[in-house]
Each structure stands twice: as structure tokens, then as C-alpha cells.
């Protein structure tokens, strides 16, 4: 199963963007999905998630103006980001936590997306 993220770009401060993120693949079921941004020079923090059942936490930062979304049935998340700042600018990474079931054992593999630009200008 791999990640495959969409949607990055450049934008004015004010404005609004989406992030797309599907798993694709066979193997497993997609449990917790979550996005994560790097900006330059930081490390990596955690922007927003949310769970198969729906339920979504935030980062403090992007509160009120971002909001998380996902579709079970296409093992799709998205992110909408409104209200965008300088701040934003990040390369964003989707993240998915894979169950992988059989007889023997259930096992967790940690998925990640290749990663995908936003660059807000003020």
C-alpha cells in the first residue's frame, strides 16, 4: 500500500488550498490517517488527524482554519486548509497507520506519503 498525495501549490496569504491523500494498494486496512508538515529547517510536526470513526484533533496553530476529512470507502484524506499564513508554508506528508491481520498475528506498519509542497506568500 502506498500513499499518493495531491494537491500542493503556491497561494497568497488569505487564501485556501486541499490536500488530497489516497492509499493505494492491496493489503491490509488503513486505520488512523493524519497529516504532518516540515518546514524548512524544523522538525516535522503534526498538523491534524483523525480516526476510521471520524473523531479529528489539531495542532493548535491550524485550529478553525484547516479541517481533516476522510472517505472510508476510497481510503482517501483530505485537508483543507482556509485562511493560509507564511507560517503555513511546509511541505505537507500524509500519514496512515496500515493493520495488516492474519492467523498468526496483527501487525502495524506506518505508512508515509511522498510529501508535497505548499507555499504561502505574504
Known amino acids: 500500500v502506498q500513499l499518493m498525495e495531491s494537491g500542493g501549490g503556491l497561494v497568497q496569504a488569505g487564501g485556501s488550498l486541499r490536500l488530497s491523500c489516497e492509499a493505494v494498494?492491496?493489503?491490509?486496512?488503513?486505520?488512523?490517517m493524519a497529516w504532518y508538515r516540515q518546514a524548512p529547517e524544523k522538525q516535522r510536526e503534526l498538523v491534524a488527524t483523525i480516526t476510521v470513526s471520524g473523531f479529528t484533533n489539531y495542532a493548535d496553530s491550524v485550529k478553525g482554519r484547516f479541517t481533516i476529512s476522510r472517505d472510508n470507502a476510497k481510503n482517501t484524506v483530505s485537508l483543507q486548509m482556509n485562511s493560509l499564513k507564511s507560517e503555513d508554508t511546509a511541505v505537507y506528508y500524509c500519514?496512515?497507520?496500515?493493520?495488516?491481520?492474519?492467523?498468526?498475528?496483527?501487525?502495524?506498519?506506518?505508512?508515509w506519503g511522498q510529501g508535497t509542497l505548499v507555499t504561502v506568500s505574504s
Open positions: 494498494g492491496r493489503g491490509g486496512e488503513i486505520n488512523d
Open positions: 500519514n496512515a497507520r496500515l493493520k495488516i491481520a492474519t492467523i498468526e498475528a496483527t501487525n502495524y506498519l506506518e505508512l
